[in-house]
């Protein structure tokens, strides 16, 4: 089985047009970004604390719209796009958050296999592919464990196969490493690291540990007054 190759023949995975976004009421978080990743790139995002990282991640996965400019998600403007439209880019995203947003009255694979359950697939269909999927990330024999039993890394890994459950074309990762010590920050980092290098799939994350940046081969955007500013990383010694 191969859990994830992406189908669609885009070069550009996300492309920002001299994008804006204020909150009602509020100044600018953002006056005028544009940058460009493409397909199976690895890239860290990162800038001070309030610099707007977050803000700009739910551009990406349209749980936000720009005050100005434009936002194309794998080759399609998102603007004008319609409520099926944006439903179907959203399959393509798969989004880890920093608390993890498990559901503590379901176990690992219960957990990792809720997106499927809630599109209506039949678990026959999917389960052995979601055990696969949880032996990859390291919790093979923590497939019926409940989160309150689970230690941080051990969340963080059960919420990565929740986001890849779709087999998605871009994972976008907000702090990712947040909750868990530098040892599992490492571990998780090469995780990351793997996916990519070896489905294809690219991978946007958020952070604010300098010391992740030069972890693995990738690039930096850095958010800085209301702008982006692009620098490569060092390849992971």
Do not use: C
Not at 103 to 120: K, M, T, W
């Amino acid at each position: 089985m191969t859990l994830y190759k992406p189908d669609s023949f885009d070069t550009t995975s996300i492309s920002f047009d001299r994008v804006a976004l204020r909150y009602d009421g509020t100044q600018d978080v953002f006056s005028d970004v544009s940058f460009e990743l493409t397909k199976g790139s690895f890239t860290f995002l990162t800038g001070n604390s309030g610099a707007g990282k977050t803000s700009l991640l739910k551009l990406i996965y349209l749980a936000l719209r720009p005050s100005a400019g434009d936002i194309y998600l794998f080759g399609q403007r998102t603007h004008h796009l319609k409520r099926r439209q944006l439903s179907a880019l959203r399959r393509r995203i798969g989004i880890i958050f920093q608390e993890f947003r498990l559901l503590d009255h379901l176990s690992a694979y219960e957990n990792a296999a809720l997106p499927l359950r809630i599109r209506g697939q039949k678990e026959r269909d999917y389960r052995p592919d979601v055990e696969e999927l949880l032996r990859w990330v390291g919790l093979g024999k923590r497939l019926h464990a409940r989160p309150a039993t689970l230690s941080g890394g051990e969340k963080q890994r059960i919420a990565i196969a929740r986001a890849l459950v779709n087999k998605p074309d871009l994972l976008i990762a907000d702090e990712p490493t947040g909750n868990v010590d530098p040892e599992m920050s490492l571990r998780l980092m090469r995780l990351f690291a793997e996916l990519n290098k070896r489905m294809g799939t690219s991978v946007l994350m958020a952070t604010h540990d300098k010391a992740l940046l030069g972890s693995v081969p990738g690039s930096v955007l850095t958010l800085h007054n209301g702008l982006i500013v692009k620098q490569n990383v060092a390849e992971e010694s």
